[in-house]
């Protein structure tokens, strides 16, 4: 959790006072904590609790590909590593229509990805499709693959992926050819490739 506080100095006794809120004082019974000056992006958000680092990759739909290509899944770790990372980050069934929910779960594959689901919904689900299901392990896959990412390169889970970083690891990882051409250019800052009509001979 980070939070962003409004300091309240204290010359005379060299002391600085923070008012963190009840839901953010959790924040303060861990031992020591880091203090920073705000960053410019967080200039209009209010005091108290930052929302979690949204990460725009996750969302460009241009990188769908990538992330579900089987060379960049296997250089990430392969299908056991996002097995192991959804049992640690994912606590419940993921399948949102059911009434019911086991309290027991299991990893269930679907397509290039995978989804935690109760033993009753993996029974029901079993050799099913759906766009629904797509969906849910897309977005696994894509969470998993820039969290693997981010880490490689160092970064926290603070701080979003940038595209230069990903386009680094997948040099780094010999897996650079399954980018797609768009997200190639974008990311050596080229203009976009014009379609260009082609004009038959008379």
Not at 33 to 58: D, F, I, T
Not at 74 to 93: N, Q, T
Not at 164 to 192: F, I, K, T, Y
Request: proline share 6%.
């Amino acid at each position: 959790m980070r939070v962003l506080l409004r300091p309240v100095l204290v010359p005379e006794l060299g002391l600085v006072v923070l008012k963190p809120g009840r839901e953010s004082l959790p924040v303060f019974h861990r031992g020591r904590v880091l203090v920073e000056p705000e960053p410019k992006n967080m200039r209009a958000l209010p005091s108290g609790a930052v929302p979690a680092v949204r990460q725009p990759l996750a969302e460009d739909k241009s990188l769908l590909p990538f992330f579900s290509d089987e060379r960049v899944i296997r250089a990430a770790g392969g299908a056991g590593a996002l097995s192991d990372w959804l049992l640690r980050h994912v606590k419940s069934c993921q399948w949102p229509h059911g009434d019911y929910h086991h309290s027991e779960t299991v990893i269930h594959s679907y397509g290039a990805g995978a989804m935690v689901l109760c033993w009753h919904c993996d029974n029901q689900l079993r050799d099913q499709t759906s766009e629904s299901l797509e969906q849910l392990t897309q977005q696994n896959l894509t969470a998993w693959m820039i969290d693997v990412i981010r880490h490689v390169m160092n970064g926290t889970q603070e701080r979003e992926l940038s595209l230069a970083e990903l386009s680094w690891w997948a040099v780094c990882n010999q897996v650079v050819d399954a980018l797609p051409e768009a997200v190639s250019r974008r990311s050596l800052g080229l203009p976009a490739e014009k379609i260009r009509s082609v004009y038959r001979e008379s």
